[in-house]
């Protein structure tokens, strides 16, 4: 079951973790919302398509743009929809 920590509190928990690109992308249900914030940030990618963030917020401190996703992904991508990948510090545990 992979894990994604980060200060300590486990953000998500998944063994139906989807890997693209050596990224955990784990499914929207195995989160832990109440660490979650929308950011304004967005970035694209080229065969993946527009990808939103997320702010970490745990115990007052801020990792901002610490998770993405992509609301609606190309089709070479489908198997990431409703998924949260993470990185700027979260650990993830295979």
């Known amino acids: 079951m992979a894990k994604a920590t980060w200060q300590g509190v486990v953000l998500a928990e998944s063994d139906n973790c989807e ?10 249900d195995a989160i832990n919302a109440e660490y979650f914030k929308e950011s304004n940030t967005h970035s ?7 990808a ?6 745990v115990n007052g401190q801020v990792n901002k743009d610490a998770a993405w996703y ?6 070479a991508a489908e198997n990431i929809k409703g998924h949260v990948a993470f990185w700027r510090g979260v650990e993830v545990q295979p």
């Open 70 to 75: 992509y609301p609606d992904p190309k089709s």
């Open 44 to 50: 694209t990618c080229p065969w993946k398509g527009v």
């Open 52 to 57: 939103s963030y997320y702010n970490i917020e």
């Open 19 to 28: 890997i693209v690109e050596r990224n955990y992308y784990f499914p929207a």
